[in-house]
């Protein structure tokens, strides 16, 4: 068998169209997203991102507001910064790209974000939302592999559906969004014991290690549709952690690295800044 390759950029383009009418849409009513993006350092690879993330807020209509702080920047600092995002009625959503400078303390700063304005979904109030069944803002790439599952068509109920890797930004709310679609869910981490073995159960397979090429073939049960979230870059370029070749040949689908997950993450933040905005006008 030969996997079909899901299409990430399609999808993602799929995802920012349906955003763009809902901001023409907003937009109409009086209401204009935005979103304010807080850059603390000068580490290239998150001034690529942030950069990648207000350019395309700006191409579906949600006003940026770029922040950037010196790498020296204090916690109390950023703190005010949050502060004042939280306050600024033309913000609907705040992204703090992380990681943050290591003198910085990033799970407080995170945890001062305006939790209706949380558009990454990392503030505990959300997390434990998450966990708990209730409404709230969602992790962005989790909710873009959810987005490209339903795409597939694939029929989660009752799936038995592996994720390897357990952080907090992707691992635990996936597991959970899966959950919550009645997926039967085992999370793999590094102390699990014969890894490919558990992986080989699964009819969906969820990969987000930053190991590149960690699981192979005998990782994946013929027939089974396979994201892989991991980005390693190499000097052959970016790799994930399934070995693409050796997989397609077992799956039923797979997400190529690059052009799988990694667009549907921007495409989702944009989804999240809309629905903050829509919700920040519902009288509670
Ligand atoms: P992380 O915080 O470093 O977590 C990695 C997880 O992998 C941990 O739970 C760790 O287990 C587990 N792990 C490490 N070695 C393992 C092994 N040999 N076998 C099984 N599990 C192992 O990473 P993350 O932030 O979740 O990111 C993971 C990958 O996804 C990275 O490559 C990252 O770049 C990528 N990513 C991509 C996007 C996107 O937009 N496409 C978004 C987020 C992340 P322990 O908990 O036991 O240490």
Same mark, same amino acid.
């Given at each position: 068998?030969?996997?079909?390759?899901? &299409?990430?950029?399609?999808?993602?383009?799929?995802?920012?169209?349906?955003?763009?009418?809902?901001?023409?849409?907003?937009?109409?009513?009086?209401?204009?997203?935005?979103?304010?993006?807080?850059?603390?350092?000068?580490? @290239? =690879?998150?001034?690529?991102?942030?950069?990648?993330?207000?350019?395309?807020?700006?191409?579906?209509?949600?006003?940026?507001?770029?922040?950037?702080?010196?790498? &020296?920047?204090?916690? &109390?600092?950023?703190?005010?910064?949050?502060?004042?995002?939280?306050?600024?009625?033309?913000?609907?959503?705040?992204?703090?790209?992380? @990681?943050?400078?290591?003198?910085?303390?990033?799970?407080?700063?995170?945890?001062?974000?305006?939790?209706?304005?949380?558009?990454?979904?990392?503030?505990?109030?959300?997390?434990?939302?998450?966990?708990?069944?209730?409404?709230?803002?969602?992790?962005?790439?989790?909710?873009?592999?959810?987005?490209?599952?339903?795409?597939?068509?694939?029929?989660?109920?009752?799936?038995?559906? #592996?994720?390897?890797?357990?952080?907090?930004?992707?691992?635990?709310?996936?597991?959970?969004?899966?959950?919550?679609?009645? +997926?039967? #869910?085992?999370?793999?981490?590094?102390?699990?014991?014969?890894?490919? +073995?558990?992986? =080989?159960?699964?009819?969906?397979?969820?990969?987000?290690?930053?190991?590149?090429?960690?699981?192979?073939?005998?990782?994946?049960?013929?027939?089974?549709?396979?994201?892989?979230?991991?980005?390693?870059?190499?000097?052959?370029?970016? #790799?994930?952690?399934?070995?693409?070749?050796?997989?397609?040949?077992?799956?039923?689908?797979?997400?190529?690295? @690059?052009?799988?997950?990694?667009?549907?993450?921007?495409?989702?933040?944009?989804?999240?800044?809309?629905?903050?905005?829509?919700?920040?006008?519902?009288?509670?």
């Amino acid at each position: 068998m030969t996997a079909r390759i899901i &299409d990430g950029k399609a999808a993602a383009e799929r995802v920012r169209e349906r955003v763009a009418g809902e901001v023409a849409e907003l937009v109409a009513a009086g209401i204009h997203p935005g979103l304010a993006t807080v850059l603390v350092g000068d580490d @290239p =690879a998150s001034a690529v991102y942030v950069g990648g993330k207000q350019r395309a807020s700006e191409a579906v209509g949600i006003a940026g507001f770029d922040h950037r702080l010196p790498a &020296d920047a204090s916690d &109390d600092q950023v703190a005010a910064l949050l502060d004042e995002l939280n306050a600024d009625g033309r913000v609907s959503g705040i992204l703090l790209q992380l @990681p943050l400078p290591g003198h910085l303390d990033g799970s407080a700063l995170t945890a001062r974000i305006d939790p209706d304005k949380d558009v990454d979904g990392l503030t505990p109030l959300n997390a434990g939302r998450l966990a708990l069944g209730q409404e709230g803002l969602r992790p962005c790439t989790p909710l873009g592999v959810m987005e490209l599952l339903a795409g597939e068509g694939v029929e989660l109920g009752g799936a038995e559906a #592996v994720v390897v890797g357990r952080s907090n930004l992707f691992g635990k709310p996936m597991a959970q969004l899966l959950l919550v679609a009645n +997926a039967t #869910v085992t999370l793999c981490h590094s102390r699990t014991r014969d890894l490919a +073995a558990v992986c =080989a159960r699964a009819e969906v397979l969820i990969a987000a290690v930053g190991r590149a090429r960690l699981l192979g073939a005998d990782a994946v049960k013929p027939g089974s549709v396979v994201i892989d979230v991991g980005m390693n870059r190499l000097a052959e370029g970016l #790799v994930g952690d399934i070995d693409f070749e050796a997989a397609r040949e077992r799956a039923a689908a797979i997400t190529p690295v @690059p052009g799988g997950v990694g667009p549907m993450t921007i495409a989702c933040l944009l989804e999240n800044t809309v629905r903050a905005a829509r919700r920040a006008t519902v009288p509670a």
